[in-house]
């Protein structure tokens, strides 16, 4: 079946270091990856969408890589600050059999000053 | 402002009570879905509406009902709730019909089935 799997340990850094979080997944050949940041008691809100054709994707001090070979994504956060500290989800779609997106379970980041 | 909203914010019921979770959105979204969470296994699709009158099944259909009678409003409808039903629920809706890239969520309903 298709997995998600994203670090399930929350990833404790310091204010101005780079923080790396991962997304691996199996059985799947996603169109798509998205990124999510959800804040405690809200809703997901966007952030990157980079598709299976593109290798890296830049917005501001967000940077999200794509590997399908390897089925893996990296989302980096340069220059972190505490108030980049939430959960990051990350989520695969494709238009195989309708249209789907699913979730991986998040990865919580604590970043300290 | 544009936004997805979700009523009510928490809930709490006993098993076997019909309860209804309304979802309205103004942005004029074709796509609407609801998912929920439970901790450690992230979002779940329950249901999703491509577009008036046109729904499907997500993942974990079983226990819930979905409507779509207009275009802003996906209410989610749990006839005889279970304690297994206890969860965070998510309404989420996307700007095309042909893509549910970039998802607008709600705040969320807190729902307790006791």
């Known amino acids: 079946s298709q997995k998600i799997e994203q670090n399930s340990e929350a990833l404790n850094i310091q204010e101005g270091k780079t923080a790396t979080l991962t997304c691996n997944y199996t059985n799947y050949s996603p169109a798509y990856l998205q990124w999510y940041r959800q804040d405690p008691g809200r809703g997901p809100v966007f952030l990157l969408l980079i598709r299976e054709n593109e290798k890296e994707k830049r917005k501001e001090r967000l940077k999200v890589t794509f590997d399908t070979t390897l089925k893996q994504s990296l989302f980096h956060i340069t220059a972190s600050q505490p108030a980049d500290s939430a959960t990051y989800l990350c989520a695969l779609g494709s238009w195989t059999g309708g249209f789907k997106t699913i979730f991986g379970a998040g990865t919580r980041l604590f970043v300290k000053a | 402002e544009a936004q997805v909203t979700q009523n009510p914010r928490y809930l709490i019921t006993v098993t076997g009570k019909k309860l209804t979770v309304t979802c309205s959105q103004n942005m004029n979204h074709e796509y609407m879905s609801w998912y929920r969470q439970d901790p450690g296994l992230g979002l779940r699709q329950i249901y999703y509406?491509?577009?008036?009158?046109?729904?499907d099944k997500g993942d974990v259909p079983e226990g819930y009902k979905v409507s779509r009678k207009e275009k802003r409003n996906f209410p989610l409808i749990l006839e005889s709730p279970s304690p297994n039903q206890t969860s965070l629920y998510f309404c989420a809706s996307s700007p095309t019909r042909d893509s549910n890239e970039k998802l607008f969520f709600g705040s969320g309903t807190q729902l307790s089935v006791l």
């Open positions: 509406s491509m577009n008036v009158e046109v729904t």
